[in-house]
């Protein structure tokens, strides 16, 4: 239905874009964001490199991954071993505040957040959770392996527990790794969390599998998100994509293009450092920014 057309063919220069998406968050009625990888990553949330050494340099070693994300995926040979190995991003400040830059630019404004990130940071720069819809999850909650029940558990209390047990502090949301040792590596059997339903161990609520539990809460916010495009149906809307890529194209990318194509009187924007690119249907209500997405987003608070 759709071929991409290269930015490079229709954009033109950088202030010429900025003046335009200025322009274009002045004038809309109501503003949707889809926000993907690109924007957790511009906020400093890299899963490789220098935070990855810093606080994961002795699973590398020991087990050979080099990442947090193929981390995520590796068999260990226990349960503590496994909790041991806990993202960090949901209860660790971003390095950048990009996200607060967003809500500066947004927070007088009628909008809307979609999300495939599971990282928390909507929440922590102040954006109102009535306006959230997390697609896939989030770091803060478990829920049971099987799962026995479409619940899911707030962890905070237990995470924090796994991170000091292992040596780190965590204060005002800096991790810390201990200064007189190395970490633990593992955490104590007793705070490995099992369902309080049947018993089954604990995992995080991430949708990588068919065993994703869809709460009440994910429930709400996935009406409340249809509620919103279905009232502002024939509104100039704003359809603001924030590094977005290909790995879950049908949850923001392409309902935003067919949006688009719907609704003669919306814009699509798309900001993306590395695949900025629309369809060649809606390649004059579309912006196609190739430019890393905190740059774009201070650059439009000072306009």
């Known amino acids: ?73 590796y068999s260990f040979p226990s349960q503590e071993k496994f909790w041991a190995y806990i993202f960090i991003n949901r209860y660790q400040n971003a390095p950048k505040s990009v996200h607060e830059v967003l809500l500066e ?10 999300t495939t990130n599971v990282d928390h940071c909507f929440q922590k720069a102040g954006f109102d959770k009535k306006h959230l819809f997390y697609t896939q999850g989030d770091y803060g909650l478990f829920q049971c392996s099987e799962p026995c029940c479409q619940e899911t558990f707030d962890n905070e209390k237990t995470v924090r527990a796994m991170v000091e047990a292992q040596g780190f502090t965590v204060a005002d949301g800096v991790l810390t790794p201990p200064t007189d040792g190395t970490p633990t590596m593992a955490v104590p059997s007793e705070l490995l969390p099992g369902c309080p339903h049947c018993g089954r161990p604990m995992t995080m609520n991430l949708r990588c599998d068919d065993k994703f539990a869809e709460d009440e809460g994910w429930h709400r916010a996935a009406e409340r998100y249809e509620t919103f495009l279905r009232t502002r149906s ?68 000072e306009k």
């Open 1 to 73: 239905m759709f071929s991409r057309i290269s930015t490079k063919r229709f954009t033109s220069g950088f202030s010429a874009q900025i003046a335009r998406l200025r322009r274009a968050l002045d004038e809309a009625d109501a503003v949707v964001i889809g926000a993907g990888a690109g924007l957790s990553t511009a906020a400093g949330f890299t899963h490789s490199g220098a935070r990855f050494e810093r606080c994961f340099s002795d699973f590398a070693a020991k087990y050979g991954f080099h990442d947090m994300y193929s981390g995520g995926f």
């Open 105 to 114: 630019l947004v927070r007088d404004k009628d909008y809307f957040v979609i």
């Open 234 to 301: 024939g509104q100039k809307i704003l359809f603001l994509e924030l590094g977005v890529g290909y790995n879950t194209p049908s949850i923001i990318k392409v309902p935003f293009w067919q949006f688009t194509v719907q609704n003669p009187r919306a814009l699509y924007v798309c900001i993306n450092q590395d695949e900025a690119f629309c369809p060649e249907s809606i390649q004059s209500r579309s912006l196609c920014i190739g430019r890393d997405v905190g740059e774009v987003l201070t650059e439009l608070l």
